[in-house]
């Protein structure tokens, strides 16, 4: 079975972009919204796409016709601002392939080849391992990796109990580290400062 065909991908577009102060997936990077920037990426690696947001009619014009909407719901009595966890559920509750790449839209500095390096090696994570991520200093890089989508029951029993936290929930389990040799990669654009930089 090639990676392909066992390959889906979730972008996350469900922020409110607060410190930006403006919708951080409509920003351009040479001439580029990022989020079809990202989902062109996404496209490259996966043969599903789909956008997590609870706006799709704003991106509609921008995506290909391959990129499926899954339209971020509010939990029952919460706020759409639940974060980038429940949207996640929401996202890998529609999908059908045994591994799902995850990806923020705002990540300008992403790189295929990297994340088809990753694919290639998703044969060899062990199968108790619910994620194949990158470290950093602080935990995990929870927004741009590979989850099992069997890891979905866990994942609602987690949220159910109130929790948010991506860092809390996958230190109860197995996470294979994926290889990262320039962490610069995973720069994301949160602020005006952020995006002079990107």
Not at 37 to 63: F, H, M
Not at 73 to 78: A, I
Not at 114 to 132: E, H, P, S, T
């Amino acid at each position: 079975m090639d990676s392909c065909s066992r390959l889906s991908a979730i972008v996350l577009a469900g922020g409110k972009s607060s410190r930006m102060g403006q919708d951080k997936a409509l920003i351009s990077i040479e001439g580029i919204p990022l989020l079809p920037r990202v989902c062109g990426i996404a496209q490259s690696c996966a043969d599903a796409v789909y956008v997590v947001t609870p706006w799709p009619e704003r991106y509609q014009d921008l995506l290909s016709p391959d990129c499926q909407f899954i339209r971020e719901v509010p939990l029952s009595g919460e706020s759409l601002a639940h974060g980038p966890l429940v949207g996640f559920a929401q996202g890998l509750a529609e999908v059908q392939t045994e591994w799902v790449l995850l990806l923020a839209c705002d990540l300008p500095r992403l790189r295929v080849e990297v994340l088809q390096d990753w694919v290639a090696r998703l044969d060899n994570v062990g199968d108790n391992a619910i994620a194949a991520l990158a470290a950093h200093p602080k935990g995990w890089e929870p927004l741009c990796g590979f989850y099992r989508r069997r890891c979905l029951p866990q994942l609602l029993e987690f949220i159910n109990q109130g929790e948010r936290s991506f860092q809390q929930w996958l230190r109860q389990y197995p996470v294979e580290v994926l290889p990262l040799s320039e962490p610069e990669m995973l720069f994301n654009c949160n602020t005006p400062e952020d995006l002079a930089l990107s």
